[in-house]
């Protein structure tokens, strides 16, 4: 990288060459030196941002990289995944960051973003989520070559502070299928009983209970270990008798074992938040 005098017709000039990342040598003429050796100056503290760049890809945005980003993920990720990616991206990201130049953001611009967050109320584990997201466009961005420093490296989070389970005792139990709607005291004795995941009980068939060898047979588990059988005392027999007789359906072992009040499939949210 030098500066060169150049003679004119209209004067002394100043030449800029430096060495593109691509190996093409880039020049920039100015009327003064003074000009000159400040752009030198900033070449030389920029190296590493200016070097094989173009002027559009200098001032490429951080919402551009994203979408190039998610639009390559549209295929890959399932759909409640993407609706959660773009709604983290809309409301938490992209009113920040979206129209700054992505070679332009700092690690210090991502904690003032994490500390807004944190301001608001937002869990740790929320916060982590939120700067997943975030990952995985800088590293696009560095693939691409228009950044050469990852902002998230060294970025310091929260811990997840992990939720210690509420053990209800004998009483508390009575007092909860007490206190239950007549329609569902027979599924929350079940959770109560086996110890089930919400989701595994709302995923069990009528035919998953067997009657002969006082088993219940989860199937529907997050994993390969989680499918299993559970021993039935004559009590869990007698109320899981009792909720297949229920059914209109009950002879059809497919059929959904425990439902809402109008028949359908039960949503694991809305059990915890309105049942």
């Known amino acids: 990288m ?9 004067g002394n000039s100043y030449q800029v060459k ?13 009327r003064t030196k003074k000009e000159a050796e400040h752009f030198h100056a900033q070449v030389v503290l920029n190296d590493d941002d200016v070097r094989g760049l173009t002027t559009q890809q200098r001032k490429t945005t951080f919402a551009e990289v994203a979408g190039i980003w998610t639009g390559t993920k ?5 759909p409640k995944t993407k609706r959660r990616r773009d709604q983290i991206l809309r409301l938490h990201v992209l009113p920040v960051l979206g129209q700054m130049p992505i070679r332009s953001i700092r690690t210090s611009h991502l ?20 700067i997943a997201n975030i990952r995985p466009i800088f590293k696009l961005a560095m693939s691409d070559g228009l950044i050469t420093k990852d902002p998230c490296q060294g970025l310091q989070l929260d811990r ?54 006082s088993t ?3 199937r529907a588990s997050k994993t390969a270990k989680g499918v299993r059988e559970i021993d039935l005392s004559e009590n ?9 007789a229920s059914l209109s359906d009950s002879s059809d072992s497919t059929g959904i074992l425990f ?10 949210r809305n059990v915890a938040n309105r049942v």
């Not at 549209?74 to 399932?78: E, G, K, L, N, P």
């Not at 869990?236 to 297949?244: A, F, G, M, S, Y």
């Not at 439902?259 to 694991?268: M, P, T, Y």
């Open 236 to 244: 869990d027999l007698r109320v899981l008798k009792e909720q297949i």
């Open 74 to 78: 549209d295929f890959s990720h399932a």
């Open 259 to 268: 439902r809402s009040q109008k028949g359908k499939a039960l949503n694991d």
């Open 216 to 218: 219940l047979k989860v």
């Open 111 to 130: 904690r003032t973003l994490v500390a807004s967050w944190q301001r608001k109320g937002l869990a740790p584990y929320t916060v982590r989520n939120h």
């Open 2 to 10: 030098s500066i060169h005098p150049r003679k004119g017709k209209n």
């Open 160 to 213: 997840p502070v992990g939720r210690q389970p509420v053990i209800l005792d004998q009483e508390q139990c009575r007092m909860l299928l007490a206190s239950v709607d007549d329609h569902y005291r027979r599924m929350f004795y079940t959770l109560l009983a086996t110890g089930l995941r919400i989701s595994e009980l709302l995923g069990l068939k009528v035919g998953d209970v067997d009657f002969r060898a």
């Open 18 to 30: 430096w060495r593109r990342e691509d190996g093409a040598q880039g020049s920039r003429t100015f």
